[in-house]
């Protein structure tokens, strides 16, 4: 089973406490974008087989969004960061590269 730990009040909880809210880190676009941005938000997700950024609310506890970095093929949790933020916080990309070494953020924007 996969757990996470909320940044927010510190609970160690498993995905039965949490829901999950998709991919982290899309760019949204306002009322004026285009018929391809628009559709590029709705519809392309990436589905890495790897390292991937999820958000994910703590439904029976804080009830707050947050972000996870986690392995897709072996659930490991490299860790878990405020909703806020627009890239992974460098500690958790320094512990990514230490166990995954050649990986790198990509960039979103």
């Known amino acids: 089973m996969l757990t996470l730990k ?7 909880a498993d995905e039965t ?12 676009f306002g009322p004026g974008a ?7 938000y709705m519809f392309q997700r990436e589905n890495p087989k790897g390292v991937h950024f999820e958000r994910w609310r ?3 506890g804080c009830g707050k969004w947050f972000h996870a970095a986690r392995c897709t093929m072996t659930l490991e949790v490299f860790g878990t960061y405020g909703a806020q933020v627009s890239e992974p916080p460098q500690d958790i990309k320094d512990a990514i590269t230490a166990k995954r070494p050649g990986w790198r953020w990509r960039d979103i924007a």
Do not use: T
């Open 17 to 28: 406490e949490l829901h999950a809210g998709g991919e982290a880190h899309l760019k949204r």
């Open 34 to 40: 285009s018929d391809a941005e628009f559709e590029a």
């Open 6 to 12: 909320c940044p927010y009040c510190g609970v160690q």
């Open 58 to 60: 703590h439904v029976y």
